[in-house]
């Protein structure tokens, strides 16, 4: 009789514990899904491939001159007499957005004073490591094609990439 | 109005604190200043001082609104709140330890504190409390209807992500955070160290085993507990806030409360990791290329300072208070005591020999 | 006089007071017991607890801080639209279209003075050891509730749409990039991949969850907007009721044991 007793324990031991297993599963799913949803399949943000005209309408120097226009884009488009790579406007160190001084030819970021060169090589202030590249390569149409999909960290030695530089000798 | 009738701050005194002041010099006073609070405050907890402190404070930021830099970054709108966080804070601060002191001095001769006096007498919360809270409550709002009448709520252009102004600041209360920046990289000073305050913030109660001072003021008693909070609260806290709302211009750069925000004004920074003084400078060698060999140095500074460092103190310095506290307690107290410790310490090391990261794997996101 | 006490006599009086004047200890008491919002206190604390350099009322006046603020940001709620396109001006015509002129600065200095309130709060807790048994428990309420100060007044920060705003919440949250493991640009998040493809990136970390994009935009607003109305204010008036309650259960304000 004892025995019987047992196990009726046991299988009444199983079940509690398989149910309240199954309930708390229960429960981390539904808060993984209510973390889950806050995370938005589609973010309804500018494409990350685009045009920026024509190798022709860039000027360029041997240390690299540096287009503002596709600022709001989040790049600058940087022409050396090589030829062309671009930036990410993302600062390094805590992602605010830097400003190119032409006449002390850096790029100076205004929230903790990291200093760049035109190559994107961080110098002075807190930044870790340098600027990011994106893809850059002619469409064809002949215009320039920016992938803003693909970056290119120096210090993990992707400036070698050859899609992160598109090589055009400068000629006037 | 105020320009017409008083005459302006002379040069040579914002020369002077201009010339005096940089991010060493001020956290070294502001060090000092701690260290005189806590010595001297049984001088200057008398009546006269604080009437003297007040009066002297107050016609000098007057007068400094003189100045037109001063004027611009104090009367901020959004800055406002700190020069009422000053003055509250001073006030109360001189209220506390006025208490202690006294207390302090009752417990000296073995007489009940103020507050012990008073333990077994008990008053009805209708009118005693009511009516002080009632009184408090019309007082703040009274407050906040000038307060909010006078100043306007500041709004600046539209939003613009392309635009950054030049200094980016974050809210007020933050920026004894984003000053933490300019020595640590944003995984410790944005994330792993405010984790850590208010997971230290939320440890004090279960490591603090002194049963004196519960529910009265005294500083004798808790003398460590006291010092600490306040050394955390007031010099890398709120000293850190002011200096970075007040003090820190265009690309972050200090800038005296008189100085004009110059955005041109260039600061060499040549910082160096620890990798490199001792792989270059002190065995002359190139660095490995091996990132874990390279960076050995740093991770074995951060090993030996979080793990030989407690047993040491330990045997040294708080012999007496790892018996009171036992082995787990004493560890997490040391932990949270070196980790707040660690940010003056990594200031030192910057103003003393360029120290930019003590283990430096920006490959990895991975710099201390 | 005997109008006086017709109404006081009155049923409908007697009904909502349900006690004498309070002059004597009876109705001192029945003051405080028989109003639900007044039975926040006991019937007696010690006489230290009443004395303002003992307790500087900071805690009080942060609670009276959060109603004000509800009060002004409810009223808010009536013109403002979290959208990219309005609130900007929304947030303009409040100045200039809308009467009582001041309801955005009461709503905004109030805020500022909670942080300071609630800061010094804090600082009077620790200085008269109030943190010890039994009110450890209480305590770590408290640096909850702080952290929602500062995290309601950080939300809110940004719903101007202005340039101080969208700069501020951008410095403050791009901090979480950095988060370890959890965000793109922290530590180890490099090594979390299935095969070849990265999981911790720009548009899956912990920034991405706050922000509801990469970089502060339209999404974020609202978010912001959710959690400074509703989201944080309820989690922090639920933490105050279970401050409140266990001030009184821990025997009230602090004193000597």
Same mark, same amino acid.
């Given at each position: 009789?004892?025995?019987?007793?047992?196990?009726?324990?046991?299988?009444?031991?199983?079940?509690?514990?398989?149910?309240?297993?199954?309930?708390?599963?229960?429960?981390?799913?539904?808060?993984?899904?209510?973390?889950? =949803?806050? =995370?938005?399949?589609?973010?309804?943000?500018?494409?990350?491939? $685009?045009?920026?005209?024509?190798?022709?309408? $860039?000027?360029?120097?041997?240390?690299?001159?540096?287009?503002?226009?596709?600022?709001?884009? &989040?790049?600058?488009?940087?022409?050396?007499?090589?030829?062309?790579?671009?930036?990410?406007?993302?600062?390094?160190?805590?992602?605010?957005?830097?400003?190119?001084?032409?006449?002390?030819?850096?790029?100076?970021?205004?929230?903790?004073?990291? &200093?760049?060169?035109?190559?994107?090589?961080?110098?002075? &202030?807190?930044?870790?490591?340098?600027?990011?590249?994106?893809?850059?390569?002619?469409?064809?149409?002949?215009?320039?094609?920016?992938?803003?999909?693909?970056?290119?960290?120096?210090?993990? &030695?992707?400036?070698?990439?050859?899609?992160?530089?598109?090589?055009?000798?400068?000629?006037? | 109005?105020?320009?017409?009738?008083?005459?302006?701050?002379?040069?040579?005194?914002?020369?002077?604190?201009?010339?005096?002041?940089?991010?060493?010099?001020?956290?070294?006073?502001?060090?000092?200043?701690?260290?005189?609070?806590?010595?001297?405050?049984?001088?200057?907890?008398?009546?006269?001082?604080?009437?003297?402190?007040?009066?002297?404070?107050?016609?000098?930021?007057?007068?400094?609104?003189?100045?037109?830099?001063?004027?611009?970054?104090?009367?901020?709108?959004?800055?406002?709140?700190?020069?009422?966080?000053?003055?509250?804070?001073?006030?109360?601060?001189?209220?506390?330890?006025?208490?202690?002191?006294?207390?302090?001095?009752?417990?000296?001769?073995?007489?009940?504190?103020?507050?012990?006096?008073?333990?077994?007498?008990?008053?009805?919360?209708?009118?005693?409390?009511?009516?002080?809270?009632?009184?408090?409550?019309?007082?703040?709002?009274?407050?906040?209807?000038?307060?909010?009448?006078?100043?306007?709520?500041?709004?600046?252009?539209?939003?613009?992500?392309?635009?950054?102004?030049?200094?980016?600041?974050?809210?007020?209360?933050?920026?004894?955070?984003?000053?933490?920046?300019?020595?640590?990289?944003?995984?410790?000073?944005?994330?792993?160290?405010?984790?850590?305050?208010?997971?230290?913030?939320?440890?004090?109660?279960?490591?603090?085993?002194?049963?004196?001072?519960?529910?009265?003021?005294?500083?004798?008693?808790?003398?460590?507990?006291?010092?600490?909070?306040?050394?955390?609260?007031?010099?890398?806290?709120?000293?850190?806030?002011?200096?970075?709302?007040?003090?820190?211009?265009?690309?972050?750069?200090?800038?005296?409360?008189?100085?004009?925000?110059?955005?041109?004004?260039?600061?060499?920074?040549?910082?160096?990791?620890?990798?490199?003084?001792?792989?270059?400078?002190?065995?002359?060698?190139?660095?490995?290329?091996?990132?874990?060999?390279?960076?050995?140095?740093?991770?074995?500074?951060?090993?030996?300072?979080?793990?030989?460092?407690?047993?040491?103190?330990?045997?040294?310095?708080?012999?007496?208070?790892?018996?009171?506290?036992?082995?787990?307690?004493?560890?997490?107290?040391?932990?949270?005591?070196?980790?707040?410790?660690?940010?003056?310490?990594?200031?030192?090391?910057?103003?003393?020999?360029?120290?930019?990261?003590?283990?430096?794997?920006?490959?990895?996101?991975?710099?201390? | 006089?005997?109008?006086?006490?017709?109404?006081?006599?009155?049923?409908?009086?007697?009904?909502?007071?349900?006690?004498?004047?309070?002059?004597?200890?009876?109705?001192?008491?029945?003051?405080?017991?028989?109003?639900?919002?007044?039975? #926040?206190?006991?019937?007696?604390?010690?006489?230290?607890?009443?004395?303002?350099?003992?307790?500087?009322?900071?805690?009080?006046?942060?609670?009276?801080?959060?109603?004000?603020?509800?009060?002004?940001?409810?009223?808010?709620?009536?013109?403002?639209?979290?959208?990219?396109?309005?609130?900007?001006?929304?947030?303009?015509?409040?100045?200039?279209?809308?009467?009582?002129?001041?309801?955005?600065?009461?709503?905004?200095?109030?805020?500022?003075?909670?942080?300071?309130?609630?800061?010094?709060?804090?600082?009077?807790?620790?200085?008269?050891?109030?943190?010890?048994?039994?009110?450890?428990?209480?305590?770590?309420?408290?640096?909850?509730?702080?952290? #929602?100060?500062?995290?309601?007044?950080?939300?809110?920060?940004?719903?101007?749409?202005?340039? #101080?705003?969208?700069?501020?919440?951008?410095?403050?949250?791009?901090?979480?990039?950095?988060?370890?493991?959890?965000?793109?640009?922290?530590?180890?998040?490099?090594?979390?991949?299935?095969?070849?493809?990265?999981?911790?990136?720009?548009?899956?970390?912990?920034?991405?969850?706050?922000?509801?994009?990469?970089?502060?935009?339209?999404?974020?607003?609202?978010?912001?907007?959710?959690?400074?109305?509703?989201?944080?204010?309820?989690?922090?008036?639920?933490?105050?009721?279970?401050?409140?309650?266990?001030?009184?259960?821990?025997?009230?304000?602090?004193?000597?044991?």
């Amino acid at each position: 009789m004892s025995e019987t007793n047992d196990k009726g324990r046991r299988s009444f031991l199983a079940a509690v514990s398989t149910g309240w297993a199954l309930f708390t599963a229960a429960s981390v799913a539904g808060l993984g899904m209510c973390v889950r =949803f806050l =995370f938005p399949n589609d973010t309804f943000e500018p494409a990350t491939k $685009f045009k920026v005209g024509y190798p022709g309408d $860039f000027a360029a120097s041997s240390e690299g001159i540096v287009d503002k226009r596709y600022k709001t884009r &989040g790049i600058w488009i940087v022409r050396t007499l090589d030829g062309f790579f671009v930036l990410s406007t993302v600062c390094t160190h805590l992602g605010c957005t830097p400003n190119w001084l032409e006449a002390e030819k850096k790029f100076k970021c205004p929230c903790h004073g990291s &200093g760049f060169y035109s190559s994107g090589i961080n110098f002075e &202030g807190p930044a870790p490591r340098p600027l990011e590249r994106f893809k850059v390569s002619l469409a064809a149409d002949g215009q320039l094609e920016i992938d803003k999909g693909k970056k290119y960290q120096q210090e993990k &030695g992707q400036w070698d990439d050859p899609e992160s530089f598109l090589k055009m000798e400068y000629s006037v | 109005m105020l320009a017409l009738l008083v005459p302006h701050l002379p040069e040579f005194i914002k020369n002077f604190i201009d010339g005096l002041l940089e991010p060493t010099m001020y956290f070294v006073l502001s060090v000092v200043g701690f260290w005189a609070m806590i010595q001297f405050r049984s001088f200057w907890t008398r009546g006269w001082f604080i009437g003297g402190f007040f009066a002297f404070t107050i016609v000098f930021y007057f007068w400094s609104l003189t100045d037109e830099n001063f004027k611009l970054i104090v009367g901020k709108p959004d800055n406002v709140p700190i020069t009422i966080l000053f003055f509250s804070l001073a006030f109360l601060l001189w209220v506390a330890f006025r208490k202690m002191v006294i207390n302090d001095r009752l417990i000296d001769k073995g007489l009940p504190t103020f507050e012990h006096r008073e333990a077994s007498r008990r008053v009805y919360c209708w009118p005693d409390l009511v009516y002080t809270e009632f009184l408090a409550l019309i007082l703040c709002t009274v407050l906040l209807l000038v307060w909010a009448y006078y100043l306007k709520a500041p709004l600046e252009e539209p939003a613009s992500l392309v635009k950054t102004p030049n200094p980016s600041k974050a809210p007020w209360y933050f920026l004894g955070l984003q000053e933490m920046l300019v020595y640590y990289d944003p995984w410790l000073a944005g994330v792993v160290f405010p984790t850590f305050i208010i997971n230290g913030l939320m440890a004090i109660p279960y490591i603090d085993m002194n049963p004196k001072g519960n529910g009265y003021y005294t500083f004798k008693q808790r003398r460590f507990a006291i010092s600490t909070f306040l050394f955390g609260f007031i010099v890398l806290w709120v000293t850190l806030i002011i200096l970075g709302t007040f003090l820190r211009g265009p690309n972050w750069n200090f800038f005296g409360p008189y100085a004009y925000w110059d955005p041109h004004m260039v600061e060499s920074l040549n910082n160096v990791n620890l990798a490199e003084y001792v792989y270059l400078e002190w065995l002359g060698r190139a660095l490995p290329s091996n990132i874990l060999l390279r960076e050995l140095p740093g991770f074995l500074t951060v090993i030996a300072y979080f793990a030989v460092l407690p047993p040491l103190l330990a045997n040294l310095v708080f012999r007496k208070m790892y018996k009171d506290l036992g082995f787990i307690r004493y560890q997490t107290m040391v932990f949270f005591l070196l980790c707040m410790a660690a940010l003056p310490l990594k200031m030192v090391l910057r103003w003393t020999v360029n120290l930019k990261y003590i283990v430096a794997i920006p490959e990895y996101f991975f710099n201390i | 006089m005997s109008l006086m006490k017709f109404i006081t006599d009155s049923q409908i009086w007697k009904s909502i007071f349900r006690h004498k004047y309070p002059d004597n200890p009876r109705d001192q008491a029945l003051a405080v017991l028989s109003n639900v919002f007044l039975h #926040l206190h006991p019937i007696k604390v010690r006489k230290s607890g009443v004395r303002m350099s003992f307790t500087w009322c900071m805690g009080g006046l942060t609670f009276f801080l959060f109603l004000v603020e509800t009060i002004t940001g409810v009223l808010l709620m009536f013109y403002y639209r979290p959208v990219v396109e309005y609130a900007y001006n929304d947030i303009k015509a409040l100045r200039d279209h809308v009467p009582i002129g001041i309801m955005r600065e009461l709503h905004r200095w109030g805020a500022h003075l909670m942080v300071i309130t609630v800061w010094l709060h804090m600082l009077r807790v620790f200085l008269t050891g109030s943190y010890k048994p039994p009110r450890e428990f209480n305590w770590n309420v408290g640096v909850i509730l702080l952290v #929602l100060t500062l995290l309601l007044s950080f939300t809110g920060y940004l719903l101007p749409w202005d340039q #101080l705003a969208i700069w501020a919440i951008t410095v403050g949250t791009n901090m979480a990039r950095a988060t370890p493991l959890m965000g793109h640009e922290g530590p180890g998040a490099a090594f979390i991949q299935l095969g070849d493809v990265s999981l911790v990136t720009a548009g899956s970390d912990v920034r991405f969850g706050l922000l509801g994009s990469k970089t502060v935009g339209a999404a974020t607003l609202l978010r912001f907007y959710v959690l400074h109305c509703i989201a944080v204010p309820l989690g922090a008036g639920l933490l105050i009721a279970v401050h409140f309650w266990r001030v009184r259960k821990d025997g009230g304000i602090s004193g000597p044991m």
